[in-house]
């Protein structure tokens, strides 16, 4: 009981919220983005490339800063490195500084889930860390959730509703930058928050040390370490690859509109993906992992298909429903990946979580398609990596147990 600091594991999860927050709003922006930046699908999913592709560039050399720096100073970094990619887009809203400002939040977000992670198993306790890793998760999609709302919100009462002042900070052409107001002011906030606070000591486990460049290059010989390695890339950019164009979708097949309609979609794809999850983790104590990612994956291939080919009404259910049955995804391949060799996994979930890059390409191509041959086309090619994923259920070792699942919780992200 000692040993647990109540105080830090409240403030890691208040910053399990804020990583979610800024993270998963950039789809309700696309449409908004499109017609204020006039870009082509291409050039907007640029958007979230650079977002997610500093996840790859960050995420070993934030490993190594913490080293030296220590988890408070490193936090710090990230929230300053966070604000001033807010600030830049806040004050200088184009498309240049947009893509700068997502590549600068996105490097912040990277360095801060090298962090917490760590440091909540710490705070928290050991033998608690499982639980507070699965309440981890549902904060992250609470706020997955409430951000589309919070955008909504802003766009449409941005001249009235007490909002007066924040509508003199923001081109009235581009409501949405209200949102990166905003994000500034959450950034600031939580710098002076992890100032003021008192940070345990962080004791790393053998598996979260990531090991030396040689076990790295060992590891990737190993055709199971490259197999899940492309099923992290492919589940994350599935994921973003819905998410980022399900309100973009809506408006350009149903004409719904992406303030109110379409941010709604993509909040509820969130909210039930969180949703899922805890079904999910119901199931995997029922049945074999497997079998659980066979059936989620089947149905949200059925959901994703109703989605791009059904009427309006049954898109604007459906795309949510992909959410719900892609929640068990990552946590069971990221547990079958660890499940799949016998050691060096701090270095093995290192690679695994340079996937999330596929966060970043999916979406490019999506969109490239999307310019060439219309963004239901563009979207079909998810079929191919859901169908990858699927694959996983056939040839994956089963887990004997599934302890390992805490190493895989979606807040890894």
């Known amino acids: ?26 789809g309700p922006l696309v449409p908004d983005i499109i017609s204020g930046f006039h870009l082509s699908l291409t050039l907007v999913a640029l958007l979230p490339f650079a977002f997610f592709i500093a996840y790859g560039v960050m995420s070993i050399p934030a490993g190594m800063l913490i080293e030296k720096y220590k988890e408070k ?14 600030l830049l ?11 700068a400002s997502l590549f600068l939040i996105g490097c912040g977000m990277a360095m801060l ?8 198993r710490t705070s928290g306790g050991e033998e608690h860390y499982a639980f507070n890793s ?7 999609g609470l706020a997955s959730f409430v951000s589309p709302l919070v955008y909504s919100y802003l766009v449409v009462n941005i001249q009235g509703g007490g909002l007066h002042a924040l509508a003199r900070l923001v081109p009235p052409a581009l409501p949405w930058i209200s949102l990166y107001w905003l994000f500034t002011i959450i950034c600031l906030a939580m710098i002076i928050i992890i100032a003021v606070s008192k940070f345990p000591k962080v004791a790393l486990t053998k598996d979260e040390q990531a090991g030396a460049l040689q076990t790295h290059i060992d590891l990737l010989k190993k055709p199971v370490v490259l197999l899940y390695f492309f099923a992290l890339f492919c589940y994350v950019g599935t994921e973003q690859g819905i998410a980022n164009w399900i309100s973009q979708f809506l408006s350009v097949y149903h004409h719904y509109d992406p303030q109110t309609t379409g941010a709604n979609a993509v909040a509820y794809f969130w909210g039930l993906m969180t949703a899922g999850g805890v ?5 995997l104590k029922l049945a074999d992992s497997r079998k659980v990612l066979t059936g989620f994956t089947l149905l949200a291939i059925a959901s994703l298909t109703a989605a791009l080919f059904g009427s309006g009404p049954v898109a604007r259910i459906a795309f949510p429903l992909v959410g719900f049955f892609a929640s068990v995804m990552y946590p069971i391949i990221f547990s079958l990946a660890l499940n ?5 996994h701090g270095s093995f979930s290192g690679i695994l979580v340079t996937g999330i890059t596929g966060g970043a390409v999916l979406p490019v191509i999506v969109g ?3 310019d060439h041959w219309g963004l239901r086309t563009g979207m079909c090619f998810l079929y191919l990596t859901m169908g990858y994923i699927l694959s996983i259920g056939f040839w994956a070792k089963p887990i004997i147990t599934n302890k390992t699942l805490s190493f895989g919780n979606r807040e890894e992200r």
Do not use: D
């Open 1 to 26: 009981m000692k040993n647990r600091n109540y105080y830090i594991v409240a403030l890691i999860m208040l910053t399990f919220f804020v990583i979610s927050f800024l993270t998963n709003v950039i």
């Open 73 to 86: 100073r490193i936090m710090i970094a990230s929230f300053v490195v966070a604000f001033l990619g807010a």
């Open 89 to 99: 887009l806040s004050c200088f809203p184009n498309y240049l500084t947009a893509v």
């Open 113 to 120: 889930q090298v962090v917490i992670n760590p440091l909540l």
């Open 134 to 140: 699965v309440l981890a998760q549902l904060i992250f």
């Open 279 to 283: 079904v999910g983790l119901l199931l």
């Open 340 to 344: 799949s060799v016998t050691e060096h």
């Open 368 to 370: 490239w398609i999307g």
